[in-house]
Nanobody
Framework: QVQLVESGGGLVQPGGSLRLSCAAS????????MAWYRQAPGKHRELVAA???????NYADSVKGRFTISRDNTQNTMYLQMNSLKPEDTAVYYC???????????????WGQGTQVTVSS
């Protein structure tokens, strides 16, 4: 059983910072690309940032220059450093990982349960 667990969400004032973490646990062969998504009330889930197994990253235009995605492959953990937060960043943030399992062909998509980020004064 593979699980992704997010942490680090909370309430922060505009201009503040938060750091989200996503830890993968269970039995698997490897973690390929990982990403953060978010979903605000009444809106579709959108890609925030993505990272390959190396250091290649991409970001939504709305977060470029403010958010930084990173990962620690030794800890099977991904991070999202969020600075200069705005009220429009308020959403549930989900982590996503493309995972290869032992003895099973293919790459499987796993999601965390989500963590709430609220930016408000």
């Amino acid at each position: 059983q593979v699980q992704l667990v997010e942490s680090g969400g909370g309430l922060v004032q505009p201009g503040g910072s938060l750091r989200l973490s996503c830890a993968a646990s269970g039995i698997f062969s490897s973690i390929n690309a990982m990403a953060w998504y978010r979903q605000a009330p009444g809106k579709h889930r959108e890609l925030v940032a993505a990272i390959t197994t190396g250091t290649s990253t991409n970001y939504a235009d709305s977060v470029k220059g403010r958010f930084t995605i990173s990962r620690d492959n030794t800890q099977n953990t991904m991070y999202l450093q969020m600075n200069s937060l705005k009220p429009e960043d308020t959403a549930v943030y989900y982590c996503d990982a493309k995972i290869t399992r032992f003895g099973v062909a293919g790459v499987y998509d796993y999601w965390g349960q989500g963590t709430q980020v609220t930016v408000s004064s």
